[in-house]
């Protein structure tokens, strides 16, 4: 059983796989003893902010929302308390952790984006772009998959999925899912078309938290959630620790604490988000990111 944090090319793992060992991720044990249906979300960014609003929105609903994952506690840690008519796992997953799945099926996935990310760790972007596609590779039936229509790289291998899919845009309307009507966010589900709210209603700053709400309502709503239960946590909802999080105001500067932005375009989506001119304090680990797009904003 697999740690994310080791690599499928790790001599280790080449060894166990050369001797016929099978290698499994922790999500897929703790898939294996869920008896609650479980929503899947993966993305290079969203992840934990979406995870957490749908987890929220379940609970506002008055349901045993279960959060795990790579946000931070285990799915294996978790698994026993999901039991019960309304019991709910929400997981935010890593390309990492869908390595080494088998026959892990969420009864939801989303695919958030797809960017260069972890190019330290893959041997190229492609590699990386295949990894997050596993998130849907065991759905069937009944199964949902929400995808980004916006990027290119999901709309492209969403119209090849053989189950439901739900898109959403900031950019077109679609047929089936979110998307901007005016300044309004409407949700169009099998027959359903209803606007669920004004995006200024949105409590989470930019146009990237406006896509995380999206999936979060369309994933929340595929499973009954009423709406009034998904507006008011989209309203209420302040963001997650270390994600453009206002720390305090001192001497009329805003300081923003976005230690969560790992990667380009997190920073980009950060920058963006903000009228007044900004102080930008950066550093870390470079993953091989091409640091092109964010020249003209910093």
């Not at 044990?29 to 609650?36: G, L, M, P, T, W």
């Not at 506690?73 to 890593?94: M, N, P, R, Y």
């Not at 990310?117 to 190229?124: A, C, G, I, P, T």
């Not at 169009?188 to 709210?197: D, H, T």
């Amino acid at each position: 059983i697999l740690s994310p944090g080791v690599p499928m090319e790790a001599p280790i793992v080449k060894l166990a796989r050369e001797k016929g060992i099978k290698i499994l991720a922790e999500i897929e044990i703790a898939f294996d003893q869920c008896e609650a249906p479980v929503l899947a979300i993966t993305g290079t960014n969203g992840k934990t902010t979406t995870t957490t609003l749908v987890g929220e929105i379940f609970k506002r609903a008055g349901w045993n929302s279960l959060v795990a994952g790579n946000i931070g506690i285990a799915f294996s840690e978790i698994v026993d308390q999901a039991k019960g008519e309304k019991a709910v796992v929400v997981l935010e997953v890593s390309s990492f952790q869908l390595d080494a799945i088998d026959t892990f099926r969420p009864k939801v996935s989303a695919i958030l984006n797809i960017t260069p990310d972890h190019l330290d760790r893959y041997k190229n972007y492609e590699a990386y772009i295949q990894s997050k596609f596993r998130i849907f590779e065991n759905q069937k039936g009944h199964d949902v998959f929400v995808y980004n229509h916006d990027d290119e790289t999901v709309r492209n291998v969403a119209e090849t999925v053989s189950v439901r899919t739900l898109g959403f845009s900031l950019k077109e309307e679609l047929k089936q899912g979110a998307y901007l009507q005016g300044e309004d966010i409407v949700l169009r589900i099998g027959r359903e078309k209803e606007v669920l709210m004004n995006r200024a209603e949105i409590g989470i700053l930019g146009p990237h938290n406006l896509m995380n709400a999206m999936a979060a309502a369309l994933m929340t709503r595929t499973l009954g959630i009423e709406f009034e239960a998904i507006r008011e946590t989209l309203r209420t909802f302040q963001g997650v620790e270390h994600r453009i999080e206002f720390v305090r105001e001192l001497n009329g500067v805003k300081y923003y604490n976005d230690s969560k932005a790992t990667n380009v375009d997190s920073v980009y989506y950060a920058l963006g988000s903000f009228a007044e001119p900004i102080v930008l304090i950066a550093g870390g680990k470079d993953k091989g990111n091409d640091y092109a797009k964010i020249k003209d904003l910093v």
